[in-house]
Protein backbone atom coordinates (compact mmCIF):
# COMPACT_ATOMS: atom_id res chain seq x y z
CA UNK A 1 0.00 0.00 0.00
CA UNK A 2 2.90 2.42 0.21
CA UNK A 3 3.56 2.58 -3.14
CA UNK A 4 -0.33 3.06 -4.08
CA UNK A 5 -0.02 6.22 -1.51
CA UNK A 6 2.86 7.72 -2.98
CA UNK A 7 1.89 7.26 -6.29
CA UNK A 8 -1.74 9.07 -5.16
CA UNK A 9 0.55 11.90 -3.43
CA UNK A 10 2.22 12.50 -6.54
CA UNK A 11 -1.34 13.42 -8.37
CA UNK A 12 -3.47 14.98 -5.48
CA UNK A 13 -3.77 18.26 -6.63
CA UNK A 14 -5.20 19.46 -3.16
CA UNK A 15 -1.81 20.89 -0.68
CA UNK A 16 -3.84 19.87 2.63
CA UNK A 17 -4.91 16.21 1.32
CA UNK A 18 -1.75 15.90 0.15
CA UNK A 19 -0.13 17.05 3.69
CA UNK A 20 -2.18 14.89 5.74
CA UNK A 21 -1.30 11.82 3.61
CA UNK A 22 2.84 12.66 3.43
CA UNK A 23 2.48 12.23 7.32
CA UNK A 24 0.62 8.84 7.51
CA UNK A 25 3.33 7.55 4.49
CA UNK A 26 6.07 8.65 6.81
CA UNK A 27 4.92 6.69 9.75
CA UNK A 28 3.12 3.97 7.88
CA UNK A 29 7.25 3.68 5.93
CA UNK A 30 9.30 3.41 9.43
CA UNK A 31 6.62 -0.01 9.90
CA UNK A 32 3.95 1.18 12.13
CA UNK A 33 1.49 -1.02 12.46
CA UNK A 34 -1.47 1.25 12.87
CA UNK A 35 -0.44 3.53 9.78
CA UNK A 36 0.36 0.80 7.60
CA UNK A 37 -3.69 -0.74 8.86
CA UNK A 38 -4.86 2.69 7.55
CA UNK A 39 -3.25 3.06 4.23
CA UNK A 40 -4.34 -0.40 3.50
CA UNK A 41 -8.24 0.71 5.02
CA UNK A 42 -8.14 3.94 2.58
CA UNK A 43 -6.62 2.03 -0.56
CA UNK A 44 -8.25 -1.24 -0.24
CA UNK A 45 -10.23 0.04 -3.74
CA UNK A 46 -12.02 3.10 -4.95
CA UNK A 47 -15.59 5.00 -4.67
CA UNK A 48 -17.87 3.28 -6.87
CA UNK A 49 -19.58 5.33 -9.29
CA UNK A 50 -23.54 4.85 -8.98
CA UNK A 51 -27.03 6.00 -9.92
CA UNK A 52 -26.55 8.30 -6.69
CA UNK A 53 -23.15 9.12 -8.15
CA UNK A 54 -20.83 9.33 -5.24
CA UNK A 55 -20.92 9.97 -1.56
CA UNK A 56 -18.43 9.51 1.23
CA UNK A 57 -16.41 11.63 3.81
CA UNK A 58 -14.00 14.01 3.18
CA UNK A 59 -10.56 12.77 3.22
CA UNK A 60 -7.30 11.45 1.29
CA UNK A 61 -7.35 8.03 -0.50
CA UNK A 62 -9.38 6.76 -3.38
CA UNK A 63 -12.41 5.88 -1.15
CA UNK A 64 -13.08 9.53 0.17
CA UNK A 65 -14.25 12.56 -1.54
CA UNK A 66 -11.02 14.44 -2.51
CA UNK A 67 -10.10 16.75 -5.51
CA UNK A 68 -8.36 14.23 -6.99
CA UNK A 69 -11.25 11.78 -6.80
CA UNK A 70 -13.42 14.49 -7.91
CA UNK A 71 -11.45 15.28 -11.03
CA UNK A 72 -11.17 11.89 -12.18
CA UNK A 73 -15.68 11.61 -11.89
CA UNK A 74 -15.37 15.02 -13.64
CA UNK A 75 -13.19 13.55 -16.69
CA UNK A 76 -15.34 10.07 -16.69
CA UNK A 77 -18.16 11.96 -17.39
CA UNK A 78 -16.98 14.47 -19.26
CA UNK A 79 -15.44 11.50 -21.78
CA UNK A 80 -18.89 9.42 -21.51
CA UNK A 81 -20.82 12.83 -23.21
CA UNK A 82 -17.80 12.70 -26.02
CA UNK A 83 -17.91 8.96 -26.68
CA UNK A 84 -21.77 8.48 -26.04
CA UNK A 85 -22.47 11.62 -28.75
CA UNK A 86 -24.16 13.36 -26.54
CA UNK A 87 -24.54 16.86 -26.14
CA UNK A 88 -20.97 18.37 -25.00
CA UNK A 89 -22.10 20.58 -22.40
CA UNK A 90 -22.95 20.79 -18.79
CA UNK A 91 -24.02 22.83 -15.98
CA UNK A 92 -22.17 22.71 -12.43
CA UNK A 93 -23.67 23.44 -9.17
CA UNK A 94 -23.00 23.34 -5.69
CA UNK A 95 -23.85 23.72 -1.92
CA UNK A 96 -22.51 24.87 0.76
CA UNK A 97 -20.47 22.14 2.45
CA UNK A 98 -16.82 22.39 2.98
CA UNK A 99 -15.05 22.06 -0.44
CA UNK A 100 -18.15 22.04 -2.56
CA UNK A 101 -17.05 25.42 -4.59
CA UNK A 102 -13.82 23.85 -5.11
CA UNK A 103 -14.99 20.73 -6.41
CA UNK A 104 -17.54 22.40 -8.70
CA UNK A 105 -14.46 24.20 -9.73
CA UNK A 106 -12.39 21.61 -9.97
CA UNK A 107 -14.92 19.89 -12.55
CA UNK A 108 -15.37 23.26 -14.49
CA UNK A 109 -11.79 23.46 -15.30
CA UNK A 110 -11.31 19.59 -16.26
CA UNK A 111 -14.46 18.93 -18.34
CA UNK A 112 -13.95 22.64 -20.01
CA UNK A 113 -9.93 21.01 -20.57
CA UNK A 114 -11.82 18.17 -23.05
CA UNK A 115 -13.56 21.13 -24.32
CA UNK A 116 -17.07 21.00 -23.18
CA UNK A 117 -19.13 24.03 -22.90
CA UNK A 118 -19.29 24.20 -18.89
CA UNK A 119 -21.29 26.65 -17.47
CA UNK A 120 -20.83 27.04 -13.31
CA UNK A 121 -23.25 28.37 -11.31
CA UNK A 122 -22.98 31.64 -9.42
CA UNK A 123 -22.92 30.77 -5.87
CA UNK A 124 -23.80 28.24 -3.72
CA UNK A 125 -27.60 27.22 -4.81
CA UNK A 126 -30.03 24.27 -3.84
CA UNK A 127 -29.87 21.47 -6.01
CA UNK A 128 -34.03 21.76 -7.20
CA UNK A 129 -31.83 24.88 -8.99
CA UNK A 130 -29.35 23.16 -10.40
CA UNK A 131 -31.91 20.33 -11.58
CA UNK A 132 -33.97 23.49 -13.27
CA UNK A 133 -30.68 25.04 -15.07
CA UNK A 134 -30.09 21.46 -17.04
CA UNK A 135 -33.24 21.60 -18.88
CA UNK A 136 -33.31 25.87 -19.05
CA UNK A 137 -30.31 26.01 -20.98
CA UNK A 138 -30.63 22.93 -22.76
CA UNK A 139 -27.45 20.94 -21.49
CA UNK A 140 -25.92 17.75 -22.31
CA UNK A 141 -25.42 16.87 -18.27
CA UNK A 142 -25.48 18.59 -14.76
CA UNK A 143 -23.25 18.14 -11.86
CA UNK A 144 -24.20 18.73 -8.25
CA UNK A 145 -21.64 19.04 -5.81
CA UNK A 146 -23.33 17.81 -2.71
CA UNK A 147 -24.19 15.66 -0.11
CA UNK A 148 -28.00 16.32 0.65
CA UNK A 149 -28.62 15.75 4.52
CA UNK A 150 -25.47 13.43 5.02
CA UNK A 151 -23.82 13.87 8.10
CA UNK A 152 -21.18 17.09 7.91
CA UNK A 153 -18.07 15.52 7.29
CA UNK A 154 -19.13 13.79 4.01
CA UNK A 155 -19.60 15.69 0.20
CA UNK A 156 -21.35 13.98 -2.80
CA UNK A 157 -21.06 14.48 -6.87
CA UNK A 158 -24.75 13.98 -8.42
CA UNK A 159 -25.30 14.02 -11.79
CA UNK A 160 -28.56 14.62 -14.19
CA UNK A 161 -28.76 14.00 -18.07
CA UNK A 162 -30.27 16.49 -20.35
CA UNK A 163 -31.84 15.01 -23.97
CA UNK A 164 -34.29 13.01 -24.08
CA UNK A 165 -33.36 12.81 -20.10
CA UNK A 166 -34.93 15.48 -19.80
CA UNK A 167 -33.46 16.82 -16.88
CA UNK A 168 -33.18 13.32 -14.38
CA UNK A 169 -30.78 11.61 -12.75
CA UNK A 170 -28.89 9.48 -14.07
CA UNK A 171 -30.19 5.45 -14.20
CA UNK A 172 -28.59 2.21 -15.43
CA UNK A 173 -27.04 1.36 -18.03
CA UNK A 174 -25.58 5.21 -17.98
CA UNK A 175 -24.03 5.10 -14.38
CA UNK A 176 -22.54 2.13 -15.61
CA UNK A 177 -21.01 3.52 -18.96
CA UNK A 178 -19.98 6.16 -16.80
CA UNK A 179 -18.11 4.41 -13.72
CA UNK A 180 -16.36 2.91 -16.88
CA UNK A 181 -15.06 5.96 -17.78
CA UNK A 182 -13.99 7.03 -14.53
CA UNK A 183 -12.17 3.63 -14.06
CA UNK A 184 -10.25 4.47 -16.96
CA UNK A 185 -9.13 7.87 -16.89
CA UNK A 186 -8.12 6.89 -12.77
CA UNK A 187 -5.67 4.14 -14.66
CA UNK A 188 -3.86 7.44 -15.33
CA UNK A 189 -2.93 10.51 -13.35
CA UNK A 190 -4.81 13.31 -12.14
CA UNK A 191 -1.95 15.57 -12.99
CA UNK A 192 -2.03 14.76 -16.53
CA UNK A 193 -5.60 15.81 -16.75
CA UNK A 194 -6.29 18.90 -19.23
CA UNK A 195 -7.49 22.04 -17.57
CA UNK A 196 -8.82 25.44 -18.83
CA UNK A 197 -10.57 28.19 -17.08
CA UNK A 198 -12.51 29.84 -19.87
CA UNK A 199 -15.88 28.49 -18.30
CA UNK A 200 -18.71 30.62 -18.18
CA UNK A 201 -20.42 31.76 -14.81
CA UNK A 202 -24.26 31.51 -15.23
CA UNK A 203 -25.37 35.42 -14.78
CA UNK A 204 -28.36 36.39 -12.08
CA UNK A 205 -31.19 35.53 -14.84
CA UNK A 206 -30.71 31.94 -14.21
CA UNK A 207 -31.93 32.31 -11.12
CA UNK A 208 -34.13 34.64 -11.69
CA UNK A 209 -36.16 31.96 -14.24
CA UNK A 210 -36.11 29.61 -11.60
CA UNK A 211 -38.02 31.79 -9.34
CA UNK A 212 -40.40 32.70 -11.60
CA UNK A 213 -41.00 29.32 -12.91
CA UNK A 214 -41.51 28.13 -9.62
CA UNK A 215 -43.40 31.29 -7.63
CA UNK A 216 -46.04 30.43 -11.22
CA UNK A 217 -47.14 26.68 -10.33
CA UNK A 218 -49.80 28.02 -7.25
CA UNK A 219 -52.92 30.52 -7.68
CA UNK A 220 -52.58 33.97 -6.03
CA UNK A 221 -52.60 33.97 -2.30
CA UNK A 222 -56.20 33.77 -0.62
CA UNK A 223 -54.77 36.55 1.89
CA UNK A 224 -53.54 39.35 1.54
CA UNK A 225 -50.00 39.06 3.66
CA UNK A 226 -50.66 40.39 7.14
CA UNK A 227 -53.57 37.69 7.43
CA UNK A 228 -51.70 34.68 6.57
CA UNK A 229 -50.52 31.70 8.23
CA UNK A 230 -47.44 32.31 10.28
CA UNK A 231 -44.59 30.37 9.26
CA UNK A 232 -40.80 29.77 10.59
CA UNK A 233 -38.44 28.52 8.46
CA UNK A 234 -35.32 27.17 8.78
CA UNK A 235 -32.68 26.29 6.17
CA UNK A 236 -30.94 23.68 8.90
CA UNK A 237 -27.51 26.02 7.90
CA UNK A 238 -28.11 25.01 4.10
CA UNK A 239 -28.44 26.80 0.97
CA UNK A 240 -32.62 26.97 0.61
CA UNK A 241 -32.97 30.46 2.20
CA UNK A 242 -32.43 33.28 -0.23
CA UNK A 243 -33.67 31.31 -3.04
CA UNK A 244 -37.20 29.95 -0.20
CA UNK A 245 -37.74 33.70 0.23
CA UNK A 246 -37.59 35.40 -3.38
CA UNK A 247 -40.19 32.19 -4.10
CA UNK A 248 -42.29 32.66 -1.63
CA UNK A 249 -42.40 36.50 -2.23
CA UNK A 250 -42.93 36.75 -6.11
CA UNK A 251 -45.68 33.91 -5.67
CA UNK A 252 -47.50 36.90 -2.41
CA UNK A 253 -46.71 35.51 0.28
CA UNK A 254 -45.68 36.81 3.35
CA UNK A 255 -41.67 36.58 3.84
CA UNK A 256 -41.30 33.94 7.32
CA UNK A 257 -39.77 34.15 10.53
CA UNK A 258 -36.28 32.34 10.58
CA UNK A 259 -34.29 30.51 12.83
CA UNK A 260 -31.34 32.68 12.97
CA UNK A 261 -28.54 30.41 14.11
CA UNK A 262 -29.45 28.49 11.13
CA UNK A 263 -29.93 30.44 8.67
CA UNK A 264 -27.22 30.83 7.01
CA UNK A 265 -25.03 28.20 5.11
CA UNK A 266 -22.44 26.87 7.30
CA UNK A 267 -20.61 23.28 6.56
CA UNK A 268 -19.97 22.65 10.06
CA UNK A 269 -24.10 22.36 11.02
CA UNK A 270 -23.01 23.45 14.75
CA UNK A 271 -26.30 23.28 16.02
CA UNK A 272 -27.53 19.77 14.51
CA UNK A 273 -25.12 16.58 15.00
CA UNK A 274 -27.12 15.46 11.84
CA UNK A 275 -28.15 17.96 9.48
CA UNK A 276 -31.34 15.88 8.37
CA UNK A 277 -35.03 17.12 9.14
CA UNK A 278 -36.04 13.61 9.91
CA UNK A 279 -33.07 12.69 12.50
CA UNK A 280 -34.54 13.10 16.11
CA UNK A 281 -33.26 16.59 17.44
CA UNK A 282 -33.33 18.03 14.19
CA UNK A 283 -36.04 20.62 14.45
CA UNK A 284 -36.20 21.10 17.41
CA UNK A 285 -34.74 25.06 17.15
CA UNK A 286 -37.24 25.66 14.30
CA UNK A 287 -40.46 24.21 16.79
CA UNK A 288 -39.01 26.11 19.50
CA UNK A 289 -39.02 29.62 17.43
CA UNK A 290 -42.50 28.58 16.54
CA UNK A 291 -43.57 28.05 20.14
CA UNK A 292 -41.89 31.44 20.72
CA UNK A 293 -43.99 32.99 17.19
CA UNK A 294 -47.05 31.22 17.84
CA UNK A 295 -46.54 30.05 14.24
CA UNK A 296 -49.28 28.03 12.18
CA UNK A 297 -46.44 26.18 10.50
CA UNK A 298 -42.89 25.28 11.00
CA UNK A 299 -41.39 24.65 7.31
CA UNK A 300 -37.72 23.11 7.24
CA UNK A 301 -35.52 22.44 4.30
CA UNK A 302 -32.51 20.24 4.26
CA UNK A 303 -29.09 21.45 3.55
CA UNK A 304 -29.28 21.27 -0.29
CA UNK A 305 -33.04 22.42 -0.06
CA UNK A 306 -34.46 19.58 -2.26
CA UNK A 307 -36.09 17.99 0.75
CA UNK A 308 -38.80 19.40 2.73
CA UNK A 309 -39.95 19.31 6.40
CA UNK A 310 -43.31 20.25 8.05
CA UNK A 311 -44.14 20.68 11.72
CA UNK A 312 -47.98 21.99 12.75
CA UNK A 313 -49.00 22.88 16.20
CA UNK A 314 -50.53 19.99 18.62
CA UNK A 315 -52.73 22.31 20.57
CA UNK A 316 -50.59 22.27 23.60
CA UNK A 317 -47.73 24.59 22.58
CA UNK A 318 -45.83 21.60 21.16
CA UNK A 319 -45.24 20.59 17.23
CA UNK A 320 -45.38 17.83 15.74
CA UNK A 321 -43.55 17.19 12.49
CA UNK A 322 -45.36 15.15 9.87
CA UNK A 323 -44.15 12.32 8.19
CA UNK A 324 -43.02 12.44 4.62
CA UNK A 325 -46.13 10.30 3.93
CA UNK A 326 -48.23 12.82 5.23
CA UNK A 327 -46.97 15.84 3.39
CA UNK A 328 -47.22 13.06 0.06
CA UNK A 329 -50.84 12.67 0.65
CA UNK A 330 -51.69 16.61 1.12
CA UNK A 331 -49.60 17.35 -1.99
CA UNK A 332 -51.04 14.27 -4.32
CA UNK A 333 -54.44 15.33 -3.17
CA UNK A 334 -53.75 18.83 -3.96
CA UNK A 335 -52.65 17.62 -7.07
CA UNK A 336 -55.30 15.47 -8.25
CA UNK A 337 -57.77 17.73 -6.82
CA UNK A 338 -56.07 20.32 -9.11
CA UNK A 339 -56.24 18.19 -12.47
CA UNK A 340 -60.17 17.12 -11.91
CA UNK A 341 -61.30 20.68 -11.64
CA UNK A 342 -59.24 21.75 -15.13
CA UNK A 343 -60.12 18.50 -16.48
CA UNK A 344 -56.83 17.23 -17.36
CA UNK A 345 -55.53 13.92 -16.68
CA UNK A 346 -52.20 12.32 -15.64
CA UNK A 347 -50.44 10.13 -13.32
CA UNK A 348 -49.53 10.24 -9.51
CA UNK A 349 -46.35 7.98 -8.68
CA UNK A 350 -44.12 6.99 -4.98
CA UNK A 351 -41.40 5.24 -4.64
CA UNK A 352 -42.71 1.66 -3.57
CA UNK A 353 -41.76 2.29 0.14
CA UNK A 354 -44.13 5.22 0.37
CA UNK A 355 -47.49 4.80 1.40
CA UNK A 356 -50.12 2.84 -0.47
CA UNK A 357 -52.58 5.88 0.54
CA UNK A 358 -51.46 8.06 -2.38
CA UNK A 359 -53.22 4.93 -5.01
CA UNK A 360 -56.17 5.54 -3.16
CA UNK A 361 -56.45 9.34 -3.77
CA UNK A 362 -55.38 8.36 -7.99
CA UNK A 363 -58.13 6.09 -8.10
CA UNK A 364 -61.27 8.40 -6.19
CA UNK A 365 -59.65 11.36 -9.33
CA UNK A 366 -59.73 8.77 -12.05
CA UNK A 367 -55.95 9.35 -12.82
CA UNK A 368 -53.43 6.71 -13.16
CA UNK A 369 -50.96 5.50 -10.27
CA UNK A 370 -47.32 4.17 -10.24
CA UNK A 371 -45.06 2.47 -7.73
CA UNK A 372 -41.48 2.77 -8.56
CA UNK A 373 -38.00 1.36 -7.29
CA UNK A 374 -36.80 3.85 -4.30
CA UNK A 375 -34.83 7.14 -5.27
CA UNK A 376 -36.31 10.40 -6.73
CA UNK A 377 -34.52 9.13 -10.62
CA UNK A 378 -37.09 6.68 -11.06
CA UNK A 379 -40.04 9.01 -9.75
CA UNK A 380 -39.23 11.81 -11.76
CA UNK A 381 -39.14 9.58 -15.14
CA UNK A 382 -42.74 8.29 -14.97
CA UNK A 383 -44.92 9.23 -17.79
CA UNK A 384 -47.61 11.99 -17.55
CA UNK A 385 -46.88 12.72 -14.20
CA UNK A 386 -48.78 15.17 -12.51
CA UNK A 387 -46.90 14.98 -8.61
CA UNK A 388 -44.31 12.45 -7.39
CA UNK A 389 -43.16 11.97 -3.90
CA UNK A 390 -40.87 9.54 -1.47
CA UNK A 391 -41.58 9.17 2.18
CA UNK A 392 -38.04 10.21 2.82
CA UNK A 393 -39.11 14.08 2.44
CA UNK A 394 -39.01 14.32 -1.40
CA UNK A 395 -41.72 15.86 -3.46
CA UNK A 396 -42.10 16.80 -7.10
CA UNK A 397 -45.22 18.93 -7.63
CA UNK A 398 -44.38 20.52 -10.90
CA UNK A 399 -42.49 17.79 -13.01
CA UNK A 400 -42.50 20.93 -15.85
CA UNK A 401 -40.37 23.34 -13.87
CA UNK A 402 -37.63 20.65 -12.25
CA UNK A 403 -37.65 16.50 -12.74
CA UNK A 404 -36.77 16.28 -9.49
CA UNK A 405 -37.16 16.64 -5.92
CA UNK A 406 -37.49 20.14 -5.09
CA UNK A 407 -37.94 21.17 -1.11
CA UNK A 408 -38.96 24.90 -1.96
CA UNK A 409 -41.55 24.34 -4.83
CA UNK A 410 -43.11 21.83 -2.34
CA UNK A 411 -42.80 24.45 0.65
CA UNK A 412 -44.77 26.71 -1.69
CA UNK A 413 -47.35 24.49 -2.47
CA UNK A 414 -47.83 23.86 1.19
CA UNK A 415 -47.84 27.13 2.03
CA UNK A 416 -50.31 28.02 -0.53
CA UNK A 417 -52.73 25.36 0.88
CA UNK A 418 -51.84 26.45 4.33
CA UNK A 419 -53.21 29.98 3.54
CA UNK A 420 -56.13 28.66 1.89
CA UNK A 421 -57.33 26.81 4.69
CA UNK A 422 -56.70 29.18 7.04
CA UNK A 423 -58.94 31.70 4.56
CA UNK A 424 -61.87 28.86 5.76
CA UNK A 425 -60.63 28.82 9.19
CA UNK A 426 -58.98 25.31 8.79
CA UNK A 427 -55.43 24.45 9.26
CA UNK A 428 -52.92 21.36 7.66
CA UNK A 429 -54.44 19.45 11.00
CA UNK A 430 -57.84 19.49 9.93
CA UNK A 431 -56.79 18.59 6.48
CA UNK A 432 -55.13 15.74 8.08
CA UNK A 433 -58.45 14.81 9.46
CA UNK A 434 -60.12 15.03 6.16
CA UNK A 435 -58.19 13.17 4.33
CA UNK A 436 -58.88 10.33 6.52
CA UNK A 437 -62.46 10.60 6.38
CA UNK A 438 -62.45 10.94 2.72
CA UNK A 439 -59.52 8.15 1.86
CA UNK A 440 -59.08 6.05 4.98
CA UNK A 441 -57.05 6.47 7.96
CA UNK A 442 -53.20 5.25 7.04
CA UNK A 443 -50.85 5.25 9.17
CA UNK A 444 -46.48 4.72 8.59
CA UNK A 445 -43.73 3.87 10.36
CA UNK A 446 -39.91 3.03 10.11
CA UNK A 447 -37.50 0.68 11.49
CA UNK A 448 -33.74 2.12 11.12
CA UNK A 449 -30.86 -0.23 11.99
CA UNK A 450 -26.99 1.27 11.52
CA UNK A 451 -24.27 -1.02 10.61
CA UNK A 452 -20.57 -0.85 11.84
CA UNK A 453 -19.79 -3.09 9.22
CA UNK A 454 -21.58 -3.56 6.20
CA UNK A 455 -21.67 -7.26 5.77
CA UNK A 456 -24.23 -7.27 8.40
CA UNK A 457 -26.70 -5.51 6.04
CA UNK A 458 -26.04 -8.89 3.64
CA UNK A 459 -26.22 -11.36 6.92
CA UNK A 460 -29.81 -9.82 7.74
CA UNK A 461 -31.43 -9.87 3.93
CA UNK A 462 -29.92 -13.27 4.46
CA UNK A 463 -31.39 -14.52 6.81
CA UNK A 464 -35.21 -12.92 6.26
CA UNK A 465 -34.88 -14.98 3.10
CA UNK A 466 -33.90 -18.38 4.27
CA UNK A 467 -36.70 -18.38 7.15
CA UNK A 468 -39.39 -15.48 6.50
CA UNK A 469 -41.49 -14.75 8.92
CA UNK A 470 -45.36 -16.58 8.63
CA UNK A 471 -46.75 -13.39 11.15
CA UNK A 472 -45.77 -10.48 12.08
CA UNK A 473 -47.64 -9.35 15.84
CA UNK A 474 -51.01 -9.52 15.45
CA UNK A 475 -51.30 -9.84 11.83
CA UNK A 476 -50.79 -12.74 9.40
CA UNK A 477 -48.22 -12.95 6.62
CA UNK A 478 -50.52 -13.15 3.27
CA UNK A 479 -47.76 -13.33 0.84
CA UNK A 480 -43.79 -12.38 0.51
CA UNK A 481 -42.53 -11.12 -2.88
CA UNK A 482 -38.60 -10.86 -3.43
CA UNK A 483 -37.75 -8.76 -6.01
CA UNK A 484 -34.04 -9.98 -5.99
CA UNK A 485 -34.77 -11.19 -9.73
CA UNK A 486 -37.49 -8.29 -10.63
CA UNK A 487 -40.81 -8.35 -9.96
CA UNK A 488 -43.60 -6.61 -12.35
CA UNK A 489 -41.04 -4.58 -14.30
CA UNK A 490 -38.47 -3.66 -11.73
CA UNK A 491 -35.01 -4.63 -12.40
CA UNK A 492 -33.42 -7.07 -9.95
CA UNK A 493 -33.36 -5.10 -6.13
CA UNK A 494 -32.35 -5.61 -2.47
CA UNK A 495 -36.32 -5.33 -1.12
CA UNK A 496 -38.48 -7.43 0.39
CA UNK A 497 -41.80 -7.08 1.28
CA UNK A 498 -44.49 -8.79 3.10
CA UNK A 499 -47.99 -8.13 2.77
CA UNK A 500 -50.39 -8.62 5.60
CA UNK A 501 -53.71 -9.30 6.47
CA UNK A 502 -55.72 -5.58 6.65
CA UNK A 503 -54.13 -4.17 4.05
CA UNK A 504 -50.97 -3.76 6.34
CA UNK A 505 -47.13 -4.76 4.43
CA UNK A 506 -43.62 -4.18 5.63
CA UNK A 507 -41.11 -3.46 3.22
CA UNK A 508 -36.95 -4.32 4.28
CA UNK A 509 -34.15 -2.58 2.38
CA UNK A 510 -30.45 -1.64 3.04
CA UNK A 511 -30.56 2.13 2.22
CA UNK A 512 -29.23 3.24 -0.79
CA UNK A 513 -26.99 6.25 1.05
CA UNK A 514 -26.25 5.22 4.14
CA UNK A 515 -24.86 1.99 5.91
CA UNK A 516 -28.56 0.92 7.41
CA UNK A 517 -31.09 -1.64 7.14
CA UNK A 518 -34.56 0.46 6.45
CA UNK A 519 -37.48 -1.00 7.40
CA UNK A 520 -41.32 0.26 6.37
CA UNK A 521 -44.68 -0.32 7.51
CA UNK A 522 -47.76 0.80 6.44
CA UNK A 523 -51.57 0.32 7.94
CA UNK A 524 -55.23 1.36 7.10
CA UNK A 525 -57.03 1.15 9.91
CA UNK A 526 -60.57 2.64 10.85
CA UNK A 527 -59.05 5.52 13.00
CA UNK A 528 -55.77 7.30 12.82
CA UNK A 529 -55.52 6.07 16.41
CA UNK A 530 -55.64 2.20 15.63
CA UNK A 531 -53.60 2.45 12.26
CA UNK A 532 -50.62 3.56 14.71
CA UNK A 533 -51.13 1.30 16.99
CA UNK A 534 -50.95 -1.66 14.44
CA UNK A 535 -47.57 0.02 12.98
CA UNK A 536 -46.07 0.01 16.97
CA UNK A 537 -46.96 -3.43 17.37
CA UNK A 538 -45.82 -4.65 13.52
CA UNK A 539 -42.57 -2.45 14.47
CA UNK A 540 -41.77 -4.26 17.83
CA UNK A 541 -42.06 -7.49 15.55
CA UNK A 542 -40.16 -6.72 12.73
CA UNK A 543 -37.11 -4.89 15.14
CA UNK A 544 -35.55 -8.05 16.04
CA UNK A 545 -34.97 -9.49 12.99
CA UNK A 546 -33.10 -6.31 11.65
CA UNK A 547 -30.98 -5.23 14.45
Known amino acids: MLDAARAWLVQDPDPSTQDELSAVVAVAASGD ?7 ADRFAGRLQFGTAGLRAELGWGPLRMNRAVVSQAAAGLGRFLIDAGRDRSVVIGYDGRVNSDVFARDSAEVMRGLGLDVTLLPSALPTPVLAFAVRHLGVGAGVMVTASHNPPRDNGYKVYLGGEDDGSQIVPPV ?17 DLARATDYTVAGPELLDAYVAATAAIVPAPALPVD ?15 ETARAVFTAAGFAEPAVVPEQIEPDGAFPTVSFPNPEEPGAMDLATARGAAL ?19 PTGDGGYRRLSGNEVGWLLGWRAASRAAAAGTTGVLA ?6 PALARVAARHGLGYRDTLTGFKWVSRVPD ?3 GYEEALGYLVDPQVVRDKDGISAALELLSLATELHAAGKSIGSQLDAFAAEFGAFASGQVATRVDDLARIGEVMQALRTTPPASLGPLAVVSTTDYASGVDGFPPSDILRYDLTGEARVIVRPSGTEPKVKVYIDTVAATPAEAQALVDALADAIRPRVS
Open 33 to 39: ASALALL
Open 350 to 355: ASIVSS
Open 175 to 191: DGAIASAIEQVAAGSVA
Open 294 to 312: GADLVIANDPDADRLALAI
Open 227 to 241: EQPAVVYTAMHGVGW
Open 385 to 387: LLF
